[in-house]
């Protein structure tokens, strides 16, 4: 069954306002569909103090939260953005920060083949392997040989150069619901292999649109992709 992605993006919308509003720090993601209680967030304290490293001279933030990834990568816009700056300023990290934001609809970018295999990722987003009519089962996003077409605007030739991705937890606790359901699992047993699969490097953050705020504080100009 695809990910209806309309779908995903209005109930996230309707179940973040619903917790601000509430003033709870749990998610209310998994509520809203049919009144089920909220994942719980992690017991251990949220780790924000990646927030401190932005001290480049120029930072911006890319919002992935509803990037539609049928039509390829985003991800050129960040190696367009850190291109131009060398070139014009040659500048590059830590003078340069650069920040993808990945909520619902982007979200497999943020994890590995495993993950991409085991529940279809593939077929439910309807990514196809590069050059082929297949249903992609691993993460077309994450890396590919030197001298590749796109080889340069990677998920890891993006960290490369200095690049934090960070994961929405709300957006994380909707798809494990939306996989438990697909695949007859637990919830939280498939949360919990979700939260396994990120690739190295990626934060959780409790949501998405707190983290755009945060960074913003902290001098990020800001692009939605």
């Known amino acids: 069954m695809a990910v209806d992605r309309r779908r995903f993006v209005a109930t996230l919308v309707t179940a973040g306002a619903a917790g601000l509003a509430a003033g709870s720090a749990a998610p209310a993601l998994a509520a809203a569909a049919d009144g089920d209680p909220p994942s719980p967030l992690p017991a251990e304290p949220w780790d924000l103090s990646w927030l401190d490293t932005l001290k480049g001279k120029h930072k911006q933030v890319f919002d992935c939260?509803?990037?539609?990834?049928?039509?390829?990568?985003p991800l050129v816009v960040?190696?367009?953005?850190?291109?131009?700056?060398?070139?014009?300023?040659?500048?590059?990290?830590?003078?340069?920060?650069?920040?993808?934001?990945?909520?619902v609809d982007a979200f497999p970018?943020?994890?590995?083949?495993a993950v991409w295999a085991r529940y279809?990722?593939?077929?439910r987003w309807?990514?196809?392997?590069?050059?082929?009519?297949?249903?992609?089962?691993?993460?077309?996003f994450l890396d590919a040989?030197?001298?590749?077409?796109?080889?340069?605007?990677?998920?890891?030739?993006?960290q490369a150069r200095g690049t934090l991705f960070w994961q929405c937890n709300n957006a994380l606790n909707f798809v494990a619901r939306q996989l438990a359901t697909?695949?007859?699992?637990?919830?939280d047993e498939v949360r919990a292999d979700l939260l396994r699969g990120l690739n190295p490097g990626?934060?959780?953050?409790?949501?998405?649109?707190m983290a755009v705020g945060l960074v913003q504080e902290r001098g990020c100009t800001y692009e939605k992709l």
């Open 126 to 140: 309807k990514i196809k392997e590069p050059g082929s009519d297949a249903w992609a089962t691993r993460n077309v």
């Open 109 to 113: 970018m943020n994890v590995g083949d």
């Open 202 to 209: 990626v934060r959780l953050v409790p949501a998405h649109t």
């Open 78 to 103: 960040v190696r367009n953005f850190l291109d131009a700056h060398k070139t014009v300023f040659g500048l590059e990290h830590p003078a340069i920060d650069t920040i993808v934001g990945i909520a």
């Open 182 to 187: 697909a695949t007859q699992r637990t919830q």
């Open 145 to 158: 040989p030197a001298g590749a077409p796109g080889a340069n605007m990677t998920v890891r030739a993006m």
């Open 65 to 73: 939260a509803n990037s539609d990834l049928t039509k390829g990568t």
């Open 120 to 123: 279809a990722l593939g077929e």
